[in-house]
T-cell receptor, first 109, second 114 residues
């Protein structure tokens, strides 16, 4: 069965303490790996799309990387405003995105 | 004008009520989606519309009835819901259907069923 697993479920960091979130997937025919940010009570906000192993994308303090089995979202020197739930999703041909449960990040000052 | 607009943002209804959720996208996309988000669960795909034709129904109970009159508007009609249907209902759109393109989400409609 196709599956997307995110870890850890929750992560608490101090401001400036860098870390990584993991998204592992077992799908056939990957067409894209997507990262979203979701604030409480709001819809997910698109961050990145990765299409092939070895690809990397950056946005401010976030960098997403992709291998054949997993993706990492690296957060460098996080700030309190980076606190949110980060969702990973994979795309396959002919079907809508499959989402993981998310990682809830809390950054304290 | 935001890309994907959902109304109402909050809805409380009894189990015997009939209500509707509305979604409008201003991105010129061809595909629209309904997702359900419950606590501690991944987003669950409910329905997919491509060029206003339903292309996917993910075994959703008949008490949820979608309607897509055109590529920009999507409705979710609700009737005789159960308390376990309480959740955040998210509408999304994409340029094309299938798994190769990113989805753009609305802010969601928080539904509480009493």
């Amino acid at each position: 069965e196709d599956q997307v697993t995110q870890s850890p479920e929750a992560l608490r960091l101090q401001e400036g303490e860098s870390s990584s979130l993991n998204c592992s997937y077992t799908v056939s025919g990957l067409r894209g790996l997507f990262w979203y940010r979701q604030d409480p009570g709001k819809g997910p906000e698109f961050l990145f799309t990765l299409y092939s192993a070895g690809e990397e994308k950056e946005k401010e303090r976030l960098k997403a990387t992709l291998t054949k089995k997993e993706s990492f979202l690296h957060i460098t020197a996080p700030k309190p405003e980076d606190s949110a739930t980060y969702l990973c999703a994979v795309g396959q041909a002919g079907t809508a995105l499959i989402f993981g449960k998310g990682t809830t990040l809390s950054v304290s000052s | 004008e935001t890309g994907v607009t959902q109304t109402p943002r909050h809805l409380v209804m009894g189990m015997t009520n009939k209500k509707s959720l509305k979604c409008e996208q201003h991105l010129g996309h061809n595909a629209m989606y309904w997702y359900k988000q419950s606590a501690k669960k991944p987003l669950e795909l409910m329905f997919v519309y491509n060029f206003k034709e339903q292309t996917e129904n993910n075994s959703v109970p008949s008490r949820f009835s979608p309607e897509c009159p055109n590529s920009s508007h999507l409705f979710l009609h609700l009737h005789t819901l159960q308390p376990e249907d309480s959740a955040l209902y998210l509408c999304a759109s994409s340029r094309n259907p299938g798994g190769g393109g990113e989805l753009f989400f609305g802010e969601g409609s928080r539904l509480t069923v009493l």
